[in-house]
């Protein structure tokens, strides 16, 4: 498997609160990927990133944010949590744009 | 990307080869087929990709067919552990940030 950590692995927050999920690399990939999974949806892109500082935007990148300042970790905050972003967030890696994904174990959020 | 279909459910006993199928008839000449499958609350694991030829690793084989239309995952022996929602995804080489996941078949290997 390819070494990719996400935490937190669960989280429970209220509305409004700010939330920030970390995804950890030890591969090294210059690709990172943030998903989420909703029943009836798939998996939806928020945003990718093409290395460290360059990041761009996905389909559902409304009310989220990113941050690479190094290779290996990549951040998704949710500046002000919404009921409609409890989801399943997967983050996933490559060696370059058009190179197999590899997923993380995936982090499950409830916006209370 | 192309879309694909899938059948949404599919068994197989253990131990048996499960075949699943994938139509992909709109599919261009830059695009490969992706297989993916996800087992229940764990991220997505990569399982085989191929552009024409029929490819095969430790985990899979990947027939597709001469027009590129439709495509057969094969797992040659499966198990309990094989129990998941497999996706087929089309995917072009180039600007191709995301991978665009359908419904999936559901795959239920029974002892």
């Known amino acids: 498997d390819a070494g990719i950590t996400q935490s937190p692995r669960h989280k429970v927050t209220e509305t409004g609160t700010p939330v920030t999920l970390r995804c950890h690399q030890t591969?090294?990939?210059?690709?990172m990927y943030w998903y989420r999974q909703d029943p009836g949806h798939g998996l939806r892109l928020i945003h990718y990133?093409?290395?460290?500082?360059?990041?761009d935007k996905g389909e559902v990148s409304d009310g989220y944010s990113v941050s690479r300042s190094k290779t290996e970790d990549f951040l998704l905050t949710l500046e002000s949590a919404t009921s409609s972003q409890t989801s399943v967030y997967f983050c996933?890696?490559?060696?370059?744009?058009?190179?197999?994904?590899?997923f993380g174990p995936g982090t499950r959020l409830l916006v209370l | 990307d192309a879309k694909t279909t899938q059948p949404t459910s599919m068994d197989c006993a253990e131990g048996r080869a499960a075949n699943l199928p994938c139509n992909h008839s709109?599919?261009?000449?830059?695009?490969?087929v992706y297989w993916y499958r996800q087992i229940h609350s764990q991220g997505p694991q990569y399982i085989i990709h191929?552009?024409?030829n029929n490819e095969t690793n430790e985990m899979a084989s990947l027939i597709i067919t001469e027009d590129r239309k439709s495509s057969t995952l094969i797992l040659p022996h499966a198990t309990l552990r094989d129990t998941a929602v497999y996706y087929c995804?089309?995917?072009?080489?180039?600007?191709?940030?995301?991978?665009?996941f359908g419904q999936g078949t559901r795959l239920t290997i029974n002892p």
């Open positions: 996933a890696i490559s060696t370059r744009e058009q190179e197999t994904q590899y």
């Open positions: 591969e090294n990939h210059r690709y």
């Open positions: 990133s093409y290395g460290v500082k360059d990041t």
């Open positions: 709109t599919i261009s000449g830059n695009e490969y």
């Open positions: 191929g552009l024409k």
């Open positions: 995804i089309v995917r072009a080489l180039q600007g191709a940030q995301k991978l665009v």
